[in-house]
C-alpha cells in the first residue's frame, strides 16, 4: 500500500466521520440514522489506519480478495439503510393518511356546524359522516349543501 492510499484513506475515513457528527450537532441528521453512518466510518478509519486487519478479516470469512469484502459490507449497509428507511416511510404514510382522514372529518362537521348556524338550527356534532362521499367533498359542499 502506497503512502498517498494510505493517507487518502485515513483522510475520507475522518472527513465521514466528522460530517456525520456535524450533521448531528446541528440536528440535519437524526441519531437513530446516523448509527449506520458512524458504524462505517469507524470500521473505514480503522480499515485505513490499520490495513492488515482487512486482509485478516477477508481471510477469516473465507474472502479471497479483501476489496470484495469491502465491497460487501458496504452493500449491505446500503442495503439495511434501505430497510430502515422504508419502514419509516411506511409508517409516516399510515400517519399521514390518518391525519388527512381526520382533517376531513373535522372539515365536513365544520361545514355543518357553520350551516346549522346559518340557519339556526342546532347540529349534532357527535354524528359521524355517514358515506365516503361526504367525508370527500370540497369547500362548499357537503350533506346540506343544495345539489
Not at 26 to 45: C, I, M, P, Q, S
Not at 74 to 94: D, G, M, N, R, W
Request: charged share 20%; net charge neutral.
Amino acid at each position: 500500500m502506497s503512502t498517498v492510499s494510505y493517507i487518502l484513506g485515513i483522510g475520507a475515513a475522518s472527513l465521514t466521520l466528522f460530517i456525520v457528527i456535524e450533521m448531528l450537532r446541528r440536528r440535519r441528521l437524526r441519531e437513530r440514522h446516523a448509527v449506520w453512518w458512524f458504524v462505517a466510518g469507524l470500521l473505514a478509519l480503522i480499515t485505513a489506519v490499520f490495513p492488515a486487519t482487512l486482509a485478516f478479516a477477508a481471510s477469516v470469512v473465507g474472502v479471497e480478495v479483501p476489496t470484495n469484502l469491502v465491497f460487501f459490507v458496504s452493500i449491505a449497509t446500503l442495503f439495511l439503510v434501505c430497510i430502515q428507511h422504508s419502514s419509516e416511510l411506511t409508517a409516516l404514510e399510515a400517519k399521514t393518511r390518518a391525519l388527512a382522514e381526520s382533517v376531513a372529518i373535522l372539515e365536513l362537521r365544520l361545514r355543518e356546524v357553520l350551516a346549522d348556524s346559518a340557519t339556526g338550527a342546532q347540529s349534532d356534532l357527535a354524528a359521524p359522516p355517514t358515506t365516503a362521499r361526504d367525508m370527500d367533498t370540497g369547500p362548499g359542499e357537503g350533506r346540506n349543501a343544495q345539489r
